[in-house]
Structures are given as C-alpha cells and as structure tokens.
C-alpha cells in the first residue's frame, strides 16, 4: 500500500472538530463537592466519567469527614481513620482492608496532580456517608447520617 496524503476536506473537519473540543474544555468546568451542605474546596476536584462515576480526593473529603488520614511508608499503606472505622488502602491496588477484614475495590485508587482519587463507593462503604453525583449541576454532594441539611437543597449561588 502507497501512502496517501488526507484530503484538504479531512484536515478542515478535523481542525474544526478539535477546535469545538477546545472551546468546550476550556468553558467546560469541574465538579463541585458540598460536604452536609458545605462547599469543599480542594486543590483537586471530583473526576467524573460519562458513566457517572464519582471519583474524589481521598484526604479533603476525609478531613471534612473529620477523619485521620495517614500514610505508612512500610508497604505504601494510606490509613483512613473515622470514629471507629479504619480503611487502609493503596495506589493502584484493588484489595484495601475494611476494619481488618480484607476487601476488594471495584476501582482502584490513583493519583491526579499528587492526589489519591478513590471512587464514591469506596467512601459510602467504608464510612456510611451518601454521596449523590448531579451531572447536570456538576455537583458531588455527601451526606453523612444523622448530620440535617442545613439548606433545602437548591443553591443560592
């Protein structure tokens, strides 16, 4: 086979196609995350997929959890610590340990800029707390239980 050079109207539709993409990426913006009604600002916002699947930065939702988050460098272990419930899990591995039982993630962890990413169900298993993904608000809100809304669920922004 000879090589072919594309058609001046393949390299048009592509540039213009790319061209829409940038546009939307750059007004495009990521998702929020409210903690009990709360804004949680992090470094690092929520990743969601077209599935949506909620992925959020392991240490800011934990500290607005008001857990303890720890790493142990013998074995790359990061050690989440709430009331009386412990998870300790690791980049890129999908067995974590729930309260010293073993457990499988159905995601693994990963790092985004320097953060560990867990998914919203790691979360709402290992610490009871709900966590509700609005695409079209792009809107992570986590509830933990017994905790009342303090707002009635719309946004006065």
Excluded: C
């Excluded at 750059?26 to 929020?32: C, T």
């Excluded at 988050?69 to 610590?81: E, K, L, M, N, P």
Aim: a positive charge.
């Amino acid at each position: 086979m000879r090589y072919r050079a594309p058609s001046r109207a393949a390299v048009a539709l592509t540039l213009a196609l790319s061209g829409v993409a940038s546009v939307l990426t750059a007004f495009g913006h990521p998702a929020q995350m409210r903690v009990d009604g709360a804004k949680l600002f992090s470094d690092v916002p929520p990743v969601t997929t077209l599935s949506d699947r909620v992925f959020v930065p392991l240490r800011s939702l934990a500290d607005a959890l008001g857990a303890q988050t720890s790493i142990q460098t013998h074995g790359r272990w990061i050690v989440v610590t709430r009331n009386r419930r412990s998870l300790r899990l690791r980049v890129g591995d999908p067995h974590a340990v729930l309260d010293g039982m073993p457990m499988t993630l159905k995601h693994v962890p990963f790092l985004v800029r320097g953060r560990v990413m867990v998914s919203a169900d790691t979360m709402q298993r290992a610490f009871g707390v709900h966590i509700r993904y609005d695409a079209l608000s792009a809107r992570v809100d986590v509830h933990t239980p017994g905790i009342a809304d303090a707002y009635s669920g719309g946004d006065t922004e």
